[in-house]
C-alpha cells in the first residue's frame, strides 16, 4: 500500500511536470516568438518558466495532493519535488533549438519535439491505465494546438498593438 502510494506521487509529478512543461513552454515559446521575434525575450522567457512557473507547479501539486488527505508528508513531497524536477528539466529542453537554431526553424523544431513527447508520455499512461492509447494522444494533442494557436495569436496582436 505505502510503495503504491509513493509510485502513485512519483507518477503525479512526473506526469504533470512532462504535460505542463511542455505545453506552457510552447506556448509562450509561439506567443513570444511571433510577438517579439527577439532570441533573448524568449529564451528568458523560457529560463522563467523553467525556474518560477516550476516552483509554482509544485506547490499547486504539493496542495493538491495533500487534500486528497490520504497521503504521508513524504509522498506529497515526493510529488511535489518530482514537478518541480520533471518540469524544470522538460522546460529548459526547449532552450535547445532556440539557442541554437534561427528562432523561425526554432519554434517548428519545438513544436515537433513538443508534440513527440506529449504523444509518448499520453501513450504510455494509457497503456498504465489499460485504456485505448489514440482517443487520449488525440486530445492531448489538441489541447496542445489549441494553446499553440491562442498563444500565435496573442503574440500577433501583441506585436501589432506595439508597432
Ligand atoms: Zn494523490
Do not use: Y
Amino acid at each position: 500500500m505505502r510503495r503504491e502510494l509513493l509510485d502513485h506521487s512519483l507518477r503525479v509529478g512526473i506526469s504533470f511536470g512532462v504535460t505542463s512543461g511542455i505545453i506552457t513552454t510552447l506556448g509562450l515559446l509561439v506567443g513570444l516568438s511571433a510577438g517579439t521575434s527577439s532570441r533573448p525575450a524568449v529564451l528568458g522567457g523560457i529560463f522563467t518558466i523553467a525556474v518560477a512557473d516550476s516552483l509554482s507547479d509544485a506547490l499547486g501539486i504539493h496542495i493538491s495532493e495533500e487534500s486528497e488527505g490520504i497521503h504521508a508528508q513524504r509522498e506529497v513531497w515526493t510529488a511535489t519535488v518530482a514537478t518541480f524536477v520533471t518540469k524544470l528539466l522538460t522546460a529548459l529542453t526547449f532552450a535547445i533549438p532556440v539557442g541554437l537554431l534561427d528562432l523561425d526553424a526554432a519554434v517548428v523544431v519545438s513544436i515537433v519535439w513538443g508534440a513527440s513527447a506529449l504523444t509518448a508520455l499520453s501513450w504510455d499512461l494509457a497503456r498504465h491505465q489499460g485504456l485505448n492509447p489514440r482517443p487520449l494522444v488525440v486530445e492531448h494533442l489538441g489541447v496542445a494546438a489549441l494553446v499553440v494557436a491562442v498563444a500565435h495569436l496573442v503574440g500577433l496582436a501583441i506585436s501589432a498593438l506595439s508597432s
